[in-house]
C-alpha cells in the first residue's frame, strides 16, 4: 500500500525555522518526482517545492525562494522541507505529494500532475 506521512509542522514565531518531513513507504520514492504543497485557510492548494527523481533538480514557487530547501533522502525514502525565515503567510497545512517519474520528465509545481498524497501537516506562523 503506498503511502506518504508529514512530520514537522507546528507553532513557530515570525523569523524562525522548521523542517518538514515527508516519508514515504511501500514504493521506492527514488524513483518518483515529490512535490511540497500548502493550503491556507479559505484559498487553494498551491505548489510550494519539488524534486526530480533523475536527476535531483529542485524548482521553487517565487514567495519561497531563498527560503525553503528540499532535499530527498533515497536510503531513508524520505523527502525534507527546510524553512527558514518564516512569515504569518506560510501559515498552512503542508502536503507531500509523489508522482510516477516515467509520467514526468521533471517535477512540477501543479496539484493535478500528482496522484499520491499525503495527509497534510499544520504549520502555523504566529508571535
Known amino acids: 500500500q503506498l503511502q506518504l506521512v508529514e512530520s514537522g509542522g507546528g507553532l513557530v514565531q515570525p523569523g524562525g525555522s522548521l523542517r518538514l518531513s515527508c516519508a514515504a513507504s511501500?514504493?521506492?520514492?527514488?524513483?518518483?518526482?515529490i512535490g511540497w504543497f500548502r493550503q491556507a485557510p479559505g484559498k487553494e492548494r498551491e505548489g510550494v517545492s519539488c524534486?526530480?527523481?533523475?536527476?535531483?533538480?529542485?524548482n521553487y514557487a517565487d514567495a519561497v525562494k531563498g527560503r525553503f530547501t528540499i532535499s530527498r533522502n533515497n536510503a531513508k525514502n524520505t523527502v525534507y522541507l527546510e524553512m527558514n525565515s518564516l512569515k504569518p503567510e506560510d501559515t498552512a497545512i503542508y502536503y507531500c505529494?509523489?508522482?510516477?517519474?516515467?509520467?514526468?520528465?521533471?517535477?512540477?509545481?501543479?496539484?493535478?500532475?500528482?496522484?499520491?498524497w499525503g495527509q497534510g501537516t499544520q504549520v502555523t506562523v504566529s508571535s
Open positions: 511501500g514504493f521506492i520514492s527514488g524513483y518518483y518526482h
Open positions: 524534486i526530480s527523481s533523475r536527476d535531483g533538480r529542485t
Open positions: 505529494a509523489a508522482v510516477k517519474s516515467w509520467l514526468l520528465r521533471l517535477c512540477v509545481l501543479a496539484t493535478p500532475s500528482y496522484d499520491q
